[in-house]
């Protein structure tokens, strides 16, 4: 898929960027409660996978649009070692894979439409890796883990019943569609980033 990008590329300055192959524990975010008690992947085992997120961030256009790019770039990114994903095989299911989003802020305003696109991103199409599901969460540092974690929550229960996730599923969890009458946006000067 192309993606415009705006502020930035998947070319950048490699300074600053960790390869895909490497796990750098102190560059990457800490798993946090929704892996607890589960297999939480490192090693090998987390850049494989995470090299897959790439794949299928980048082939249903799973961006981050503040740094203009593929969103699993982000855990690559030493300029933000504590935000992106973590995975954990589900202790009692490991055809389960949790994925942990830890944004860069906790006030993060695309995080609800991200963490949905991840959600798509891994269930459009079980077929391409060894998981029947993967759960999305985002981190309880961010303010509004409860209701966008409340949104991944019913788009699971939904994809669990039919094994769709279709596009109005994700509309729902785009800025200014969400139904829960909170908007998505700080009300603060600047930008959050």
Same mark, same amino acid.
């Given at each position: 898929?192309?993606?415009?990008?705006p502020?930035?590329?998947?070319?950048?300055?490699?300074?600053?960027?960790?390869d895909y192959?490497e796990?750098?524990?102190?560059?990457?975010?800490?798993?946090?409660?929704?892996l607890?008690?589960?297999?939480?992947l490192?090693?090998?085992?987390h850049?494989?996978l995470h090299?897959?997120?790439?794949?299928?961030?980048?082939d249903?256009?799973?961006?981050d649009?503040?740094?203009?790019y593929?969103?699993?770039r982000?855990n690559l990114?030493?300029?933000?070692?504590d935000a992106g994903? =973590?995975?954990?095989?589900?202790?009692?299911?490991?055809t389960? /894979?949790?994925?942990e #989003?830890t944004? +860069?802020? !906790?006030f993060c305003p695309?995080?609800?439409?991200?963490?949905?696109a991840?959600?798509?991103?891994?269930?459009d199409d079980?077929?391409l890796?060894?998981?029947?599901?993967?759960?999305?969460?985002?981190?309880?540092?961010h303010? =509004?883990?409860v209701?966008?974690?409340?949104?991944?929550e019913? /788009?699971?229960?939904? #994809?669990?019943? +039919?094994g !769709?996730v279709?596009?109005?599923?994700?509309?729902?969890?785009a800025p200014?569609?969400?139904?829960d009458?909170?908007?998505d946006?700080?009300?603060?000067?600047?930008t959050?980033?």
């Amino acid at each position: 898929m192309n993606v415009p990008r705006p502020f930035g590329s998947d070319d950048g300055d490699e300074t600053v960027f960790d390869d895909y192959d490497e796990f750098r524990p102190d560059h990457e975010p800490e798993p946090g409660p929704f892996l607890a008690g589960h297999d939480v992947l490192e090693g090998r085992e987390h850049a494989a996978l995470h090299r897959l997120a790439r794949a299928r961030f980048e082939d249903n256009g799973v961006y981050d649009m503040t740094f203009g790019y593929n969103l699993a770039r982000l855990n690559l990114d030493r300029r933000h070692e504590d935000a992106g994903f =973590r995975y954990a095989r589900e202790a009692d299911d490991p055809t389960v /894979l949790r994925a942990e #989003f830890t944004p +860069t802020t !906790e006030f993060c305003p695309q995080s609800d439409t991200l963490t949905v696109a991840a959600f798509r991103a891994w269930n459009d199409d079980p077929s391409l890796h060894e998981f029947d599901l993967v759960s999305v969460r985002v981190a309880p540092m961010h303010q =509004r883990d409860v209701a966008i974690n409340g949104r991944l929550e019913q /788009l699971e229960e939904q #994809f669990l019943e +039919t094994g !769709e996730v279709t596009v109005e599923d994700a509309a729902a969890g785009a800025p200014g569609g969400t139904d829960d009458g909170v908007d998505d946006a700080p009300d603060v000067g600047g930008t959050p980033f």
